[in-house]
């Protein structure tokens, strides 16, 4: 019921759906119901929605068609050889979709039907969930899911607040504390809520679900409204649960779809495989065979008939009727018999057999005990069964740095306070921290300094603490553990506490820290400037015990020093360069005294901002950045994400299948670089191209320089690689190897210059460019940024197929763009696995997913879809070749029987378990050599080539099947007893050759057939021309792979006798990893 | 596929399921299906193991090929052409159709004798029983004896469906068009002795079981098969009715075997159907001595409107049918094929093998 048009503006809601005053008029605006409905269908218009949907298929439709002119038109065959396959593939689908969609009524309707309490007239009233109205006001008990959007009016706790946990909307399993409007606290009874005269005032349902805007009027006693802002810590969410709260009383604003979840739900794309196009130019090709044969044999069948004897011989007369009819109109029919007597050419079957085999073998990946991990208790996770062949294809691979690359697990190694640097104590192993050990450890910088560097680590963060045990409250330092969603916050609050500063947690708006001295300090948290990607820091504005007002900011280097006094920036600057290239995570610190009347100032901005109906986000932040200025640095931080566990191995075998590797991270470029060493993105011989920034310098030239650098580097790598493109992979192995960098801001200068022509050419030469790199470095990307990149690799020439594989919410916009979308179960939050493709927990099981299971599911599935072409045409061309021997007549060849079960029985099962178990080359061996991915690279088992391969073999086959037949049938007899054939056993016995041979293809096995078999199976001539037959028609493919098998060995052979020869002279060995980065460095910075 | 969840989660657009009831662990089971490694045997197609087939292939097929080569030319055939379009030909008479019946004898020799039991056949050339629009034209339930099939036969046999408002039975083209030349043969003993021995042709045991006791049944009901065959006319082309087709009751009306064999329509153009049995008397006398015979035809069915031949043909038969020089041959070629591909196949190999020893050897 939510238009589009809806979306925009802003609806008022009445709390508990009563007039503000006995004067105004309430006039009962209409929301959609609390009804949740994800089914497709209802029970009524199931079979006609559903049956559309099923013929906009290209091969259902044509059947359909096939059958619709079977019924109308004489045709040899009965409408039931195609009516019944039709039927059977029809009804498969229906009972699968059915299927499906009765488990999402059934969900919904757990949903919709679960019962909730309301407040009305100051009494609870139970309900179902269903029946919730816009404006009611709803309550909810712990660990009871909220049933709409709600505005959290009070708690039972005194401060209003309450916590929740919104596990189930983006894996977030921490609580999240919600609070209440100042003014609302107090009405924690039935008949208190019930005396509340207020109004909401909000934005239109939006699916984001970290963004609300809204503000609250509230009336008491007549007299003037009051007004308070309302921003997402208010808006309790549908789905999430109630946590450590007993109950809450909230006001629906959003109900039924128009709730953030459903939004959120809706509208996920539908991920089409490349697979499923040349399937369709397949059919296409065989469509066109079809009509071809059709065309021969009406045209023969004319030329034939010219002959008046061959026409209507005295034997065989026609009726008066088909004397009578036009000859053109007979012409068309029979154009049309024919066609029918084909059409099996084209695989009714494919689409079931084929969606079968994706859904069944999808089970394989999460089955797969290697992708378990026991850290999270969980292994891969299969959200789309449509994409298993796409991972045979990857050719562009995207991944996060943070979360994915890394482990994201934080550990705080040191910290520069005035430019001394502070090393936590338990890093002392390391070799480099021996020379300033403990005993220099704390006369560097001034203890002032020092004290409120510790203190601002301890106040600027949103960390929240949770105690094991709540009853009693104590504050025992041992059970005190930290929730953030940042594990760079918990990292740094846990390093301040090796130093004596220990964060004991909020209350009652109070922040509480112990000193060194073991003295409890309390700061007033006035306000909180919360951190987002674009501003990259965030602050905290407190009142000292001793009421001073400090605001204390942290953030990236890049954010902070244009943000403080010049003359403090250089020791530091130094310091948080280094720490970036040792791949560590740097923030800096700076703090500010802010003067009682310019905090009143600040104050009311920051009131008002918030207050703000529309624009809330830019005026915020606006308000921010005048804040933020004219600060002292005091320091900064450093932070360590440990790379993952054989993360440089898996880049390693990414980079030997040929792959390109793109990092897409919003880290600093320092950091990113030495993440991207570590992992052996680039390794030592990797001449690196940069387009940054630095490079770039700040000027009014921007563009010409940018211009100049682009042009300067294609030279370079069009000289490298004169050839094309398709040789590049083979090249990679032998020539030097560049990459890529570039950050967010360049990238932009890029994709949007000012003028268009140019920036089309900028695009051009930029990419072409980066099609020449074998790895690809993007730092400072927002996530915006990340999906721009990937759309633009998506469109390129050959579109490559991409995939993207991400931890944090921040790679959802990615992950969604690629082709094929892998989720990290990682720190950050599910969100990126639920809306991926796939999920596994680690970066290092990408390996076996692509070089392994891809592979495996990419030869799987173009066998099938190979073999249903195959089988078909041998099944057709004996029916075709036939056509010439009776007269094109349209005698069918097989009995309807046959026609009718070659697809359905006798055929699909065995390709079916061979296309789920096929295994033409071990895992381990595939997972070994990543060279083997290169082999069916750019989909290659299904071109051309491959293609008339099996149409040729397959011709052949059913060539041999007929004319090997025709000639057995040149005898008097084929039994001992001297009884004769007819024309029913010549088509059983090509049949049998065929089912035989089609079956023996892909495996050894059998198939059983029925009745005229009877007779056949006594005449040993038939037997002994049966396996002559079977041995004929597989003969060629024999010889064909045993040639190729015996040159392939040999090109091994001397591929390996050239490759052991090389690996003496050339291969590097393993480098001392940081040494290089330095010197790497030193030449760029 | 969100196993350890609702499946709500597999579809899109659904809403998430609450996590929980998963506390169990997920790790998966650690079977060999499940993990993919089911022990296999795959055929790798190697030159190791072709090899050998290949060998094993073309020494099994040629004997094979050479066996049934010989028992095929073991098999005496002799196929005797009384179209009669040649002037010379006895038969040419038979052409015009004024004479009627029409009788011609043809003189043939057997060189050496049939042994064991012999077959006669009778072969038609162009003659399309495969068309389309002629196989269709039966109705099998009437065939089959159907008492209301019997008297409204199906529409496919239009337009031998009805014949002056009555009936047709067998309807349809593929029995109106039956076979009805009668041939007979003779032996001359000797020259001095001209009155001529006929031979003894078996008319029952030339059609398939299945045919004769399921699929062809006479109507049902008291009374003899001219009785039970009324209110119905027979086929435009036939001289007599169905149930006239032969003295004996176990080979008249539908399950007449004359009319079975036809009605199993050929699957080519040229055909031959077995048309009677002669069987071994004694093993003392061949079954048919070498000699003079002579062939008597009353000859009725026309052929030469549409280009067609007719033949008779005299045939002994061996375990694997009649003679077929085809398969025999056939196994032969494609087992020296296979032989001789063995062979190159090894020299490659040894070749390749050798030459990429070299390579080894220079490389290192």
């Not at chain 1, 065989?286 to 061959?310: D, E, G």
């Not at chain 1, 704390?442 to 960390?463: G, I, M, Q, S």
């Not at chain 1, 509480?512 to 905290?540: G, I, P, W």
Request: include cysteine.
């Amino acid at each position: 019921c939510a238009g589009e048009e809806k979306r925009v503006g802003t609806r008022t809601v009445f709390v508990g759906n009563r007039p503000l005053s006995e004067t105004e008029t309430y006039v009962a605006q209409r929301f959609c119901d609390n009804r949740i409905v994800s089914s497709k269908y209802t029970l009524w218009n199931f079979l006609p929605k559903n049956l559309f949907e099923q013929f906009r298929r290209i091969a259902n439709f044509y059947f359909l068609i096939i059958f619709l002119v079977q019924v109308t038109v004489d045709t040899p065959t009965s409408p039931v050889t195609s009516g019944l396959p039709l039927f059977f593939v029809i009804t498969v689908t229906a009972i699968k979709q059915g299927y499906e969609d009765w488990l999402r009524h059934r969900a919904d309707n757990e949903v919709n039907k679960s019962t909730v309490y309301i407040i009305e007239n100051a009494k609870r009233v139970k309900k179902e969930s269903e029946k919730i109205k816009v404006g009611d006001v709803v309550e909810v008990q712990a660990d009871e899911t909220f049933p709409c959007d709600l505005i959290l009016l009070s708690s039972c706790t005194t401060d209003g607040t309450c916590y929740v946990t919104t596990a189930s909307l983006d894996g977030e399993s921490n609580c999240k504390t919600y609070y209440a409007v100042r003014d609302t606290i107090a009405l924690c009874t039935a008949e208190s809520i019930d005396s509340l005269r207020a109004a909401i005032e909000c934005e239109q349902p939006q699916p984001d679900l970290y963004k609300f805007v809204g503000r609250i009027n509230i009336y008491s006693n007549s007299l003037e409204a009051v007004a308070r802002s309302l921003g997402p810590e208010n808006l309790l969410l549908k789905g999430a649960t109630l946590k450590n709260t007993k109950k809450i009383y909230g006001v629906a604003v959003y109900t039924g779809m128009e709730t953030k979840m459903a939004l959120n739900y809706q509208g996920k794309s539908q991920k089409r495989s490349a697979v499923e196009k040349s399937i369709n130019a397949f059919l296409i090709v065989y469509l066109f065979i079809l009509l071809t044969k059709a065309a021969v044999c009406t045209t023969l069948k004319y030329i034939w008939q010219s002959t008046p004897y061959n026409d209507e011989p005295w034997y065989n007369q026609k009726t008066q009727k088909e004397r009578e009819t036009f000859k053109v109109l007979k012409m068309f029919t029979d154009f049309l018999s024919f066609m029918v007597l084909f059409n099996f050419i084209i695989p009714v079957s494919m689409y079931v057999t084929v969606e079968m085999q994706k859904f069944l073998g999808s089970f394989f990946i999460s089955w797969d005990k290697d992708f378990y991990d026991e850290e999270i208790n969980e292994g891969a996770l299969v959200n789309t069964s449509d994409l298993n062949e796409e991972l045979g294809q990857v050719d562009y691979v995207f991944t996060d740095k943070t979360g994915t690359l890394t482990e994201n697990s934080m550990e705080f190694i040191e910290c520069c306070i005035d430019g001394h640097k502070y090393r936590s104590e338990t890093q002392e192993v390391d070799g480099l921290s021996q020379t300033d050990g403990p005993l220099t450890f704390f006369d560097k910088a001034d203890k002032n300094r020092e004290e409120l560097f510790l203190r601002a680590l301890c106040l600027c963060h949103t960390v929240e603490t949770k105690t094991n045990d709540a009853v009693d409250g104590a504050t025992e330092p041992a059970e005190l553990t930290y929730v953030s969603s940042s594990p760079d916050e918990i990292a740094l609050v846990k390093g301040a506490k090796k130093f004596g500063f220990t964060f004991l947690g909020n209350r009652n708006g109070l922040m509480r820290v112990e000193n060194q001295r073991k003295e409890v300090e309390e700061y007033e948290l006035l306000h909180t400037l919360n951190f987002d990607a674009v501003r990259r820091r965030m602050s905290v504005i407190v009142k000292t015990p001793g009421g001073d007002i400090l605001l204390f900011c942290k953030g990236a280097d890049s954010a902070v020093f244009p943000r403080v006094h010049n003359h403090e920036i250089e020791l530091t600057k130094a310091h948080v360069e280094r720490n970036a290239m040792d791949g560590y995570r740097t923030l800096c610190v700076a703090f500010k005294e802010i003067a009682p009347d310019d905090y009143e100032r600040i104050d009311r901005q920051l009131i008002e901002a918030k207050m703000a109906l529309q624009d809330r986000e830019e005026k915020l932040e606006k308000v921010f950045d005048d804040i933020e200025t004219n600060m002292n640095l005091i320091g900064a931080t450093s932070v360590e994400d440990k790379l993952q566990d054989q993360a440089a191995e898996t880049i390693e075998a990414l980079h030997a299948a040929g792959l390109k590797v793109w990092v897409l991270t919003g880290d600093k470029m320092e950091t990113a670089k030495s993440t991207c060493y570590a992992c052996r993105l680039f390794q030592t011989s990797t001449e690196l191209l940069e387009l940054t920034t630095k490079t770039i310098e700040e000027s009014e030239r921007k563009e010409d320089r940018l211009h100049e650098l682009l042009i300067e580097y294609r030279k370079k790598l069009l000289h490298e690689f004169p050839k094309s493109a398709r040789s590049l992979k083979k090249a990679w192995t032998d020539h030097q190897e560049y990459g890529l960098i570039i950050d967010g801001s360049t990238l932009s200068l890029i994709l949007n210059s000012s003028q268009d022509s140019r920036s089309n050419n900028y695009k051009n030469i930029f990419l072409q460019i980066c099609m020449k790199c074998t790895a690809v470095l993007c730092c400072r990307m927002a996530p915006l940024q990340k999906a721009q990149i990937v759309r633009m690799v998506k469109n390129l020439k050959g579109s490559p197929i991409t995939l993207s594989i991400g931890d944090g919410a921040n790679d959802v916009s990615m992950i969604l763009e690629s082709h094929v979308g892998i989720g990290i179960k990682g720190k950050e939050g599910r969100q990126a696995a639920r809306n991926s493709d796939y999920s596994v927990p680690k970066f290092k099981h990408l390996k076996k997913l692509l070089l392994a299971h891809g592979h495996l599911y990419y030869v799987r599935i173009a066998h099938l879809v190979q073999y249903f072409f195959y089988k078909n045409l041998c099944f057709i061309l004996p029916q075709f070749l036939y056509q010439f021997f009776c007269g094109f007549s349209q005698q069918p060849l097989y009995d309807a029987a046959y026609l009718t079960m070659y697809n359905i029985c006798f055929t699909s099962l065995p390709i079916l378990a061979y296309s789920l178990l096929e295994q033409h080359i071990h895992i381990d061996t595939l997972t070994s050599d990543p060279r083997l991915y290169m082999k069916i690279s750019g989909n290659a088992m299904l071109q051309l080539g491959p293609f008339l391969y099996w149409t040729f073999l397959a011709a052949f086959e059913g060539a041999v099947f007929f004319f090997g037949t025709y000639f057995l049938f040149h005898t008097a007899s084929l039994e001992e007893n001297g009884k004769v054939y007819g024309n029913w056993t010549f088509g059983t016995i090509v049949f049998t050759v065929l089912v035989f041979t089609v079956t023996l293809k892909p495996f050894l096995k059998q198939q059983r057939m029925y009745f005229i078999f009877a007779q056949m199976l006594s005449s040993v001539s038939t037997w002994l021309a049966v396996i002559l037959l079977i041995f004929i028609s597989l003969f060629p493919e024999i010889l064909l792979i045993v040639l190729k098998n015996v040159r392939r060995r040999s090109a091994r052979r001397n591929l390996n006798c050239r490759r052991a020869s090389d690996s003496l002279s050339t291969r590097p060995s393993v480098r001392p990893l940081l040494l290089r980065t330095f010197s790497d460095d030193s030449n760029v910075l | 596929m969100a196993m350890n969840c609702n499946p709500k989660d597999e579809v899109d657009g659904g809403p998430p399921c609450a996590p929980g009831g998963a506390a169990k662990t997920r790790r998966p089971d650690n079977t060999a299906f499940k993990q993919q490694r089911l022990p296999a045997w795959q055929p790798i197609l190697t030159a190791g193991t072709v090899l050998p087939t290949f060998f094993i292939v073309g020494l099994i097929f040629i004997p094979i090929g050479i066996g049934i080569f010989v028992t095929s030319n073991n098999i005496r055939e002799i196929e005797i052409d009384y179209t009669g379009t040649e002037p010379s030909s006895p038969c040419n008479k038979c052409l015009s159709s004024n004479v009627t019946p029409c009788v011609c004898t043809i003189n043939f020799t057997l060189e050496k004798a049939f042994e064991g039991n012999v077959f006669m056949y009778y072969g038609l050339s162009n003659f399309y029983q495969n068309h389309r629009r002629y196989v269709k034209s039966r109705d099998d339930s009437q065939l089959n004896g159907d008492p209301r099939a019997l008297v409204n036969p199906s529409k496919e046999c239009e337009p031998y469906r009805r014949n002056e408002d009555l009936p047709i039975a067998p309807c349809g083209a593929i029995a109106n068009s039956m076979f009805n030349d009668t041939l007979e043969l003779f032996l001359i003993t000797n020259d001095s002795d001209p009155t001529p021995k006929p031979i003894l042709l078996q008319r029952k045991g030339i059609a398939w079981w299945t045919d004769k006791h399921v699929k062809f049944r006479n109507p049902p009901g008291e009374g003899t098969l001219e009785e039970r065959f009324k209110g119905t006319t027979k086929p435009v082309n036939w001289p007599k009715p169905v149930y006239m087709l032969d003295s004996e009751d176990d080979n008249n009306g539908f399950i007449n075997e004359d009319l079975i064999v036809w009605m199993r329509t050929a699957a080519l153009p040229t055909f031959r159907k077995l048309y009677r049995l002669i069987e071994r008397t004694d093993d003392l006398h061949p079954t048919l001595p070498a000699g003079q015979y002579y062939l008597n035809i009353t000859y009725n069915y026309p052929v030469h409107s549409f280009d067609g031949r007719k033949r008779m043909i005299l045939s002994t038969i061996s375990w694997m049918g009649g003679k077929n020089p085809f398969l025999g041959i056939a196994y032969i070629t494609v087992g020296s094929i296979s032989f001789l591909l063995g062979v190159v196949l090894l020299v490659i190999n040894h070749k390749y093998r050798n030459s990429s020893n070299t390579a080894d050897t220079m490389a290192f």
